[in-house]
């Protein structure tokens, strides 16, 4: 049976999960969209304790509520998985969670797709998050999958990453608006279970927002599999690497950025900063790629100057919205609640 939300405060709701329980977990976000159905309503807190919670084959289970935030108790602890069969693989139609509402915030818990990546065929298209929402956060989120893992579906989002972790194999952090990752894990898992292969960590298709995707003192993790840093999906694709840390530098394919599958002669890609375990700078004096389309050949320069790199702050990606400040204040929140129901 559902817990009953309890009001702490005229400010303050929750609904508590039961550990380990799915249908309690899928009851309460079913709830909490009735509850919040209108975008002015009060924050809407959905705690979630230790636990695994199996959603089977059940896909795209919707958050259509506003202002909720969804509270794991810890982010290795609170685990939240499905596992579509293979039929139903695609970008669309896999996702563990389907974001609608606005203003969603999310901490402390992993988001897991065990679709049979390796025996999919062509594609393994397996989401954890699909967003068609706006300024979304998410603190201590990680999300474990192969391709497609993360995948913001708005065309003029703004959603924001902080001390997060993201695992993946091609195009795992795709699509569109402008999200901010600051100091965020991204993991390169093996292309083809053999090792072989190459990765591709993101495809922008930046359309109609100024800046795509934004890496800020993260680090990128890597074994097996070699990689890019990314490639343009359609549009304009932007995506920028800021004081990036290689674990395994070697690893970084030459060109930096693939060159052979921007699909778009309109792109901006740039790196600044970048460093290995030790601290040795990693960033080319100069990185030229070359795109073949069909105006011809273009050249693109992918290293940025101290100048060009010091515009990519979070205050100019979002003059008019502050994500670190509801980071701050909604975890002291959650951390009270935290302490009396965890």
């Known amino acids: 049976m559902l817990a009953v939300p309890v009001s702490l405060s005229a400010r303050k709701r929750y609904i508590m999960v039961k550990p380990g329980d799915a249908q309690?977990?899928?009851?309460?976000?079913?709830?909490?969209?009735?509850?919040?159905?209108d975008s002015m309503s009060e924050r809407l807190f959905i705690l979630i304790p230790d636990g695994f919670y199996d959603l089977g084959e059940t896909v795209l289970t919707t958050i259509w509520g506003h202002n909720v935030a969804l509270i794991g108790q810890s982010m290795e602890g609170t685990i939240i998985r499905n596992c579509p069969p293979v039929e139903k693989e695609?970008?669309?139609?896999?996702?563990?969670?389907?974001?609608?509402?606005?203003?969603?915030?999310?901490?402390?818990?992993?988001?897991?797709n065990d679709l049979?990546?390796?025996?999919?065929?062509?594609?393994?298209?397996a989401v954890c998050w699909q967003d068609k929402g706006n300024r979304v956060?998410?603190?201590?989120?990680?999300?474990?999958s192969y391709q497609d893992t993360y995948y913001s579906h708005s065309e003029e989002c703004q959603h924001y990453f902080e001390d997060s972790e993201i695992h993946g194999t091609v195009d795992f952090i795709c699509g569109a608006g402008d999200v901010y990752f600051n100091r965020c894990l991204i993991v390169t898992e093996k292309r083809e279970a053999n090792g072989h292969g190459r990765n591709v960590i993101v495809a922008p298709r930046t359309s109609t927002t100024n800046w795509g995707?934004?890496?800020?003192?993260?680090?990128?993790?890597?074994?097996?599999?070699?990689?890019?840093?990314?490639?343009?999906?359609?549009?304009?694709?932007?995506?920028?690497?800021?004081?990036?840390?290689?674990?395994?530098?070697?690893?970084?394919?030459?060109?930096?950025?693939?060159?052979?599958?921007?699909?778009?002669?309109?792109?901006?890609?740039?790196?600044?900063?970048?460093?290995d375990l030790q601290g040795h700078a990693l960033t080319p004096d100069s990185n030229v790629i070359t795109l073949h389309g069909k105006e011809?050949?273009?050249?693109?320069?992918?290293?940025?100057?101290?100048?060009?790199a010091a515009r990519f702050t979070l205050r100019n990606v979002f003059p008019d919205w502050q994500p670190d400040q509801v980071?701050?204040?909604?975890?002291?929140?959650?951390l009270r609640l935290a302490r009396k129901h965890f």
């Open 296 to 308: 011809g050949i273009r050249t693109v320069q992918t290293t940025l100057s101290a100048d060009s």
């Open 137 to 144: 956060v998410f603190k201590r989120v990680r999300m474990l």
């Open 327 to 334: 980071v701050r204040r909604l975890e002291k929140q959650s």
């Open 116 to 125: 049979d990546y390796y025996h999919s065929g062509a594609a393994g298209r």
């Open 90 to 112: 695609g970008i669309g139609t896999t996702a563990v969670f389907l974001n609608r509402g606005v203003n969603t915030y999310v901490q402390d818990l992993t988001l897991r």
């Open 213 to 275: 995707y934004v890496f800020r003192d993260c680090t990128i993790r890597n074994d097996v599999s070699t990689f890019h840093y990314a490639r343009g999906w359609h549009t304009h694709p932007r995506c920028t690497w800021i004081n990036t840390i290689l674990e395994s530098p070697e690893k970084l394919e030459p060109e930096r950025f693939d060159p052979q599958s921007i699909r778009s002669e309109e792109c901006e890609f740039g790196e600044y900063g970048t460093v």
């Open 24 to 37: 309690s977990l899928l009851e309460a976000i079913s709830k909490s969209s009735v509850m919040n159905a």
